[in-house]
């Protein structure tokens, strides 16, 4: 299957020479020149990646890398000329999969978009209808958690949270992110609530809750739900 990009920017002139570039790579174009065209496209039909630039008319960048992280993994790729590190920072912590700076090479952009393709597979695991990670199986469109063949009953939050996790299954998922995720922007710095919430996982999904060996602790970074060797 061809891969299909979505192209979220707003001036005229650089969505020419992106359609250009990655139609001479064999790439299908969808384009949306602001905030809520980009995302009425992606809501209608999820591409294989996006091209985001983060100033746009209507809203952020910022703004769409957190609506599409509430429903999906597909890979983001931000191009914008703004140099500085900590909005650099702010995309990737948002859940952007990398960030190249205006005015770029060619060849390097088309580089960094094979490479979050590359990542797909794993990204894409939110749209599986069954998800395996060791004694876990999770079935997101149901809603549905077995642990060793038994059912787990999860509050709507719990699932969420685990839901993130197991998309991101043996990588660390930031504090920030899963708070992003799962709670949405006006939480993003309430860690202890994320704790509480952990807390709460693990009396259902570990044998021994003070000392778990699925959800896993990065002191100060995050949490990881461990992936089978």
């Known amino acids: 299957m061809t891969p299909t990009i979505l192209v979220i920017e707003d ?19 969808w384009e949306a020149a602001s905030k809520s065209e980009g995302l009425s496209q992606f809501t ?5 990646a996006i091209l985001l630039d983060l100033g746009l008319p209507d809203g952020t960048g ?6 599409v992280r509430q429903r999906s993994e597909v890979p983001i790729v931000v191009i914008s000329a703004r140099e500085a590190e900590r909005d650099q920072v702010l995309a990737l912590d948002s859940g952007a999969n990398d960030y190249v700076t ?12 094979r490479a979050a393709l590359r990542s797909a597979p794993a990204q894409f695991a939110s749209h599986q209808e069954r998800l395996e990670i060791g004694p876990l199986t999770i079935r997101p469109v149901e809603r549905i958690v077995h642990l060793d063949g038994k059912a787990v009953t999860l509050t709507p939050t719990e699932f969420n949270l685990l839901h993130v ?26 860690t202890q609530y994320l704790r ?10 570990e044998r021994d809750p003070a000392s778990p060996q699925l959800l896993l602790t990065t002191p100060g970074v995050g949490y990881r739900l461990k992936a089978p060797d």
């Open 62 to 67: 910022f703004e769409v890398i957190e609506s």
């Open 44 to 48: 209608k039909r999820v591409p294989h």
């Open 165 to 190: 996790m197991a998309r991101r299954a043996g990588h660390v998922v930031t504090y920030r992110q899963l708070l992003l995720q799962v709670w949405g922007a006006d939480y993003t710095d309430d």
């Open 196 to 205: 509480v919430y952990m807390r709460q996982l693990r009396r259902k999904l």
């Open 102 to 113: 205006k005015p770029f090479r060619e060849a390097e952009l088309l580089a960094r978009l």
């Open 11 to 29: 001036e005229l002139p650089m969505r020419r020479v992106l359609r250009t570039a990655l139609g001479s790579e064999g790439y299908h174009v």
